[in-house]
């Protein structure tokens, strides 16, 4: 007998409630479908336009270990893009269409790429505070209900908790290097600080898509609960670096246990999804224009591989007729 | 700047000449390999390239490492790696020009890779019998690490020579531009001659079979034209390696004498 499509639905929480892992051919709900595939290609684009603000200092990382660092790092990145990719075309869309949603500028992704890498220390304040903030959002998600994004993240944790400690070292590095240097550790901390703590997304009464993805364990915590995380986290670690954070409001509350700490600026986080960071447009254009200048590598790739798939097909009927004559 | 007795020092001896062109050519091009990070064709492809990229660094890395032990213990003063990398200038690189050249685009680099990377295997098998101690400690690590280089290398140059009108067009067009650069890497100098000089005109013949038949099987025609460019080795270079150090050395120029 046909199942209802309420039974199905009752079936699917009871087996999100019970920890089970949904996997790619079981049935969910559609909205559940179309959830995980906004987040997961958001998240696997954030991958790869995430390379190109680090990529910028690879030609001129400042010893060779650094550079040596920093490249694995970026790669590090294409990597967990391609893991990313692979674990949302399991729910029926292909890469294609995900990089043309990316191009068309319908498809988001994280928006602390479109600020610009000034100095070297910016890549000690990625690695540290980006990558930072990542894994505390990720963490969550090596537990997500659907399998082959649980599955993703476990691998993509391991490198960018190397990803921050890197990140940190480098700062460390640099906090104890000449006064040009601690200030270039400083400078590169305000900046990147404040669009650190927007990583985590609007706050939790303005955030639209909360409520059914916790429900669905897709998120297990809320975006206010991981930035508080993060604060205290990092608020900690300065501490080791001798530097500040650049909030003022910033100080420990012996009541709640946690940082407190100042009001975010939601309209340059507004303005900065909406396109008008710094370098949205670059970025953008930077994507398209590796895409449209491969399309000829592309093509050719196909096309010699469909050559020697006919060439394979009539070495083989040949063969079937030698044998059967 | 290189401390004047350094860079004097490297002057007379030919041992050392001989590792810095071996890690100059292996940083330069993973220098150049390296500006495709994030901006590949296929994202698989972009990662591929980067691990060749590293692999090229590293192979730098040991070079220089290994340059900078000799100097520290010939002269006693003590020279790292980054020195070497990041305190000489244009003149004193002594890369072939075909790691210079710009990247132009996806089947330039790949031919590139392949033209190189074929010269580098065999120089390095005839190093591994030739060679001891560390530099043959080098060759054995790297020759593994060029295997894959030049087997990845040469099926893109075969798959986009028989690919498409357009990309056979375009691979006719790269061989044109970097052939006459290739024959600077077969001709020994004499920082050269000690160690592979007997062997060169063995490296030299692998090299041509093995750029024949791929070009064979990617529909290219080979080359006819042997006008050869030259000077890299001795430190007369492109414009181009002027404009790679500005930006591969700036911080260390920018700020000198500071740990990172
Ligand atoms: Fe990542
Ligand atoms: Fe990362």
Redesign the pocket.
């Known amino acids: 007998m046909e199942q209802t499509t309420n039974q199905l639905q009752v079936q699917f929480q009871k087996r999100v409630d019970e920890e089970q892992k949904i996997e790619p051919r079981d049935w969910m709900p559609e909205k559940y479908r179309q959830t995980l595939i906004r987040q997961i290609s958001q998240h696997a684009h954030s ?1 790869i336009i ?1 390379m190109l603000p680090e990529g910028n200092w690879i030609t001129r990382a400042p010893s060779l270990r650094r550079k040596a660092i920093l490249l694995a ?1 970026v790669q ?2 294409a990597g ?1 893009g391609l893991y990313l990719y692979s674990a949302a075309e399991t729910l029926g869309i292909s890469r294609d269409e995900m990089y043309e949603q990316l191009h068309s500028g319908k498809a988001k992704y994280s928006s602390i790429f479109n600020y610009p890498t000034l100095s070297w220390a910016d890549m000690g304040a990625i ?1 540290w505070l ?2 930072g903030a ?1 894994i505390l959002n990720q963490i969550p998600l090596c537990r997500t209900s659907f399998g082959p994004y649980a599955r993703a993240m476990v691998r ?1 944790c391991k ?2 908790s ?3 400690r890197q990140g940190f070292e480098c700062l460390l590095q640099l906090s104890k290097g000449s006064e040009v240097q601690r200030q270039m550790c400083q400078d590169a901390i305000n900046r990147w600080w404040w669009p650190s703590l927007m990583m985590f997304g609007p706050k939790d009464d303005e955030s639209p898509n909360s409520k059914l993805s916790m429900q669905w364990k897709i998120k297990r915590f809320t975006n206010d609960e991981l930035r508080q995380k993060f604060v205290d986290m990092i608020a900690e670690q300065i501490k080791v670096l001798g530097m500040v954070l650049p909030d003022p409001d910033l100080k420990w509350n012996e009541q709640t246990k946690h940082y407190d700490y100042g009001e975010i600026n939601w309209e340059e986080f507004k303005q900065v999804i909406q396109g008008n960071g710094p370098c949205n447009k670059e970025r953008l254009e930077a994507r398209k224009k590796a895409w449209a200048d491969g399309a000829w590598v592309r093509d050719a790739a196909t096309a010699y591989a469909a050559k020697k798939d006919i060439q394979k097909a009539k070495a083989n009927s040949l063969n079937k007729e030698t044998q059967q004559s | 700047m290189l401390q004047q007795s350094i860079k004097s020092f490297i002057q007379q001896d030919q041992q050392i000449q001989y590792l810095l062109h071996l890690a100059d050519n292996a940083l330069i091009l993973s220098h150049r390999n390296s500006q495709w990070c994030g901006h590949g064709p296929i994202l698989e492809q972009d990662i591929a390239l980067t691990n060749i990229a590293l692999d090229q660094l590293g192979q730098a890395r040991n070079l220089y490492q290994y340059a900078a032990l000799l100097i520290t213990e010939k002269t006693g003063i003590s020279t790292t790696e980054d020195q070497l990398a990041y305190l000489r200038d244009v003149g004193e690189f002594k890369n072939c020009l075909l790691a210079e050249l710009p990247n132009g685009d996806w089947g330039q680099t790949v031919l590139r890779n392949f033209l190189m990377g074929s010269y580098q295997f065999f120089l390095y098998q005839e190093l591994q019998q030739l060679a001891s101690g560390q530099l043959k400690a080098i060759a054995d690590k790297s020759i593994k690490e060029i295997t894959y280089h030049v087997r990845w290398s040469a099926d893109w140059v075969v798959r986009l020579g028989d690919g498409t009108t357009e990309s056979h067009a375009r691979m006719v067009q790269a061989l044109e531009l970097l052939w006459s650069y290739t024959g600077e890497m077969l001709e020994p100098c004499d920082y050269e001659q000690g160690l592979i000089g007997t062997q060169s005109s063995y490296i030299k013949a692998a090299w041509e079979a093995k750029i024949a038949a791929v070009l064979a099987e990617g529909n290219l025609v080979h080359p006819t034209n042997d006008w050869m460019q030259s000077g890299g080795k001795k430190g007369l270079h492109t414009e181009h390696l002027g404009y790679l150090l500005a930006e591969m050395q700036f911080l260390q120029r920018a700020y000198p004498g500071l740990e990172w």
């Open positions: 991958e995430g790092k590090d990145e967990h690695g980006v990558d990542a993509v490198e960018e190397f990803h921050q």
